[in-house]
Each structure stands twice: as structure tokens, then as C-alpha cells.
């Protein structure tokens, strides 16, 4: 499974647009972009996934760009609830395994 | 939507004892189900692949003998720690999916504390 690179930290304030970037430039073609999110002492939370559409649903936006290399999770309006660390995992199609890296620590402040 | 069910999600042992801890799926059957350990600060690290019906798949440097995993249920898979030593200690996350390429379900996880 390709490698995923993340910024280690981010603040974001409450009410803003959280832009978390992720770097997959070793992608291949049959291998999804998946997002989780962690918050303290819990089990990861599914987020959203996709191939190579920009994808939404109630939780949040994921931009894909045009040659895959890199990926942007969008939560649109953050509250102090999304303070967690959040992991962009590069899945393959034939695969049931899910790596994670060392994510990213947003922290949203009021 | 998918529920993955954890227990315990505390446990304190003392050194030299076994723990199991049982991850179940509530509204799914899953054939494969993972197990994660989770150091304080560190991202969580896959231990094994549990698989219905057949041995449990260990990742690199995992020893086998001290993780025994058991997946006997579409519903069940047990992770015992066996001959707990304080260095175990750590948090234990289980996971599992209905379907190929759905999202992931993880459970609430376990704290072990081995004294």
C-alpha cells in the first residue's frame, strides 16, 4: 500500500472550515484514500473514502486531485467535538488491511 | 450502520496471568476481523488478520505464541494475551467491515494494564 504523509499538527477555529491535506504521491491506480479520525482514548471513527471523485456526505468533503497524489479532508464547520487525530490510510483493492500513519492532531479552538 | 462491540474495555492483570479480550460485530458477519495495539502517543499498529475457521494471520515481529487469537464465530474473534508482562500493557483496538471497500468499524478498544 502506498505510503500517506501528513502534516503532524493543525488548529483550526470553531465555526471555520478544517482543511486537512494529505500526501499519497505513490498511489496506484486500484487503491482508495480513506479517512479516520481518532479522538482520545476511543476506537477510530470511519470518516469518508474514495477512488478518484470528490466525494461528501454528512461528516465531510474529500478532494481528490487529478492525479491522485494528494487528497484535502474538508470539515466544513469545525466545533470543538472534532478535536482529534486524523489519518489518511491508502488502501489497495485487493487488500483487508488498513496501516495507519502517524496522522494529523487538529486541535479546534473556541 | 456497522457496530463492532469490544469487552472488556478496561482490565488490570497481574504479571504472569492471561486476559482475553472479545471483539464481536452486532449487526454483520464478518470472515475477518483485526487486531490493533495502540502505545500512548503512537498511532495504532496492526497486530494480526483473525479469520474465520482458519489461523490467525500475524504481522511481522507480533509473536503468535503470546497473541493467541481465535475467530470461531462469524460474530467472535478473541485476542488472549497470554504470561501478561507490564511492557504489554497498552490499548487494544479490534476492527472488522461487512463488505469489501465499506468503511471500517472499530471497537471502543481496551485498556490493559498489566501490574
Known amino acids: 500500500d502506498a505510503k500517506t504523509t501528513q502534516p503532524p499538527s493543525m488548529d483550526c477555529a470553531e465555526g471555520r472550515a478544517a482543511n486537512l491535506p494529505c500526501n499519497h504521491s505513490?498511489?496506484?491506480?486500484?487503491?482508495?484514500v480513506y479517512w479516520y479520525r481518532q479522538i482520545h482514548s476511543q476506537g477510530p471513527q470511519y470518516i469518508i473514502h474514495?477512488?478518484?471523485n470528490n466525494e461528501t456526505n454528512e461528516m465531510a468533503s474529500l478532494i481528490i486531485t487529478e492525479d491522485r497524489k494528494s487528497s484535502t479532508l474538508i470539515l466544513p464547520h469545525a466545533t470543538l467535538r472534532d478535536t482529534a487525530v486524523y489519518y489518511c490510510?491508502?488502501?489497495?483493492?485487493?487488500?483487508?488491511?488498513?496501516?495507519f500513519g502517524t496522522g494529523t492532531r487538529l486541535q479546534v479552538f473556541p | 450502520g456497522a457496530v463492532v462491540s469490544q469487552h472488556p474495555s478496561r482490565v488490570i492483570c497481574k504479571s504472569g496471568t492471561s486476559v482475553k479480550i472479545e471483539c464481536r460485530s452486532l449487526?454483520?458477519?464478518?470472515?475477518?476481523m483485526f487486531w490493533y495495539r495502540q502505545f500512548p502517543k503512537q498511532s495504532l499498529m496492526l497486530m494480526a488478520t483473525?479469520?474465520?475457521?482458519?489461523?490467525?494471520?500475524?504481522e511481522q515481529g507480533v509473536e503468535k505464541d503470546k497473541f493467541l487469537i481465535n475467530h470461531a464465530s462469524l460474530t467472535l474473534s478473541t485476542l488472549t494475551v497470554t504470561s501478561a508482562h507490564p511492557e504489554d500493557s497498552s490499548f487494544y483496538i479490534c476492527?472488522?467491515?461487512?463488505?469489501?471497500?465499506?468503511?471500517?468499524?472499530f471497537g471502543s478498544g481496551t485498556r490493559l494494564t498489566v501490574v
Open positions: 476492527s472488522a467491515t461487512p463488505g469489501q471497500l465499506v468503511g471500517y468499524t
Open positions: 505513490t498511489i496506484s491506480g486500484n487503491e482508495y
Open positions: 474514495g477512488l478518484k
Open positions: 490510510i491508502v488502501r489497495g483493492y485487493n487488500t483487508d488491511k488498513l496501516i
Open positions: 449487526d454483520f458477519q464478518a470472515t475477518t
Open positions: 483473525s479469520n474465520e475457521g482458519s489461523k490467525a494471520t500475524y
